[in-house]
């Protein structure tokens, strides 16, 4: 009995925290697959609402070609993508686009660095209002391409599965190009 005992609690130890690469994971629960689905879309959603007005900015603000075609671009795609997503939450009464639920904390500090990040750049100007544009654009589609990426992932419709991965391909490319703009933008003062 206590070598049966030990040979039971080598084999545990033997694979406790170790997968193979062969074995699968166990799938999640599909509720929660629903739940993380329409938590990325929403959070996609709401970004992209915001994206697709960034041009806006440019109104009051004179920056250089290569960024007013730049932030056209994002403001373009991100408003294409949220009509998209607007038209598959018509389509289909389970994908919800309001499901935000951040905790308290992240949604204070997400509104903290949202105000810290208007007025840095209604304060700045030239060179370095374009610098502080374009790390705002960097984060903001790293995050975009992540969230498509992971709705996706969650997504069991596959024209909505593929329409996300293909979105988050697009925001990837534009933060590609967020990035090389950023590193020919001078430094500024």
């Known amino acids: ?12 130890t033997a694979t406790c925290g170790c997968r ?8 999640p ?7 993380t689905r ?3 879309y929403s959070l996609l959603y709401q970004l992209l609402n915001e994206e697709k007005d960034v041009g806006k900015l440019l109104i009051i603000k004179r920056d250089s070609r290569e960024l007013n075609r730049l932030v056209k671009e994002i403001s373009t795609a991100s408003g294409k993508a949220a009509d998209q997503l607007k038209q598959f939450s018509e389509q289909d009464g ?18 903290a660095i949202a105000s810290t990040k208007k007025r840095e750049l209604l304060g700045s100007s030239g060179d370095v209002f374009e610098r502080a544009l374009l790390l705002t654009q960097i984060q903001a589609l790293n995050y975009a391409a992540h969230l498509a990426s ?9 024209v909505r599965s593929t329409w996300a991965n293909s979105l988050s391909q697009e925001m990837s490319g534009l933060y590609s190009q967020s990035i090389e703009l950023l590193s020919r933008t001078p ?3």
């Open 20 to 27: 193979s690469a062969s074995t699968k994971p166990t799938l």
């Open 150 to 158: 992971v709705a996706a992932e969650n997504d069991t419709n596959s």
């Open 94 to 111: 389970s994908l919800a686009l309001d499901v935000i639920d951040l905790p308290p904390g992240e949604e204070a500090t997400r509104n």
């Open 29 to 35: 629960h599909p509720q929660i697959v629903v739940v």
């Open 187 to 189: 430094h500024g003062r």
């Open 38 to 40: 329409n938590n990325s």
């Open 1 to 12: 009995m206590k070598l049966l005992f030990y040979l039971v609690l080598a084999v545990g």
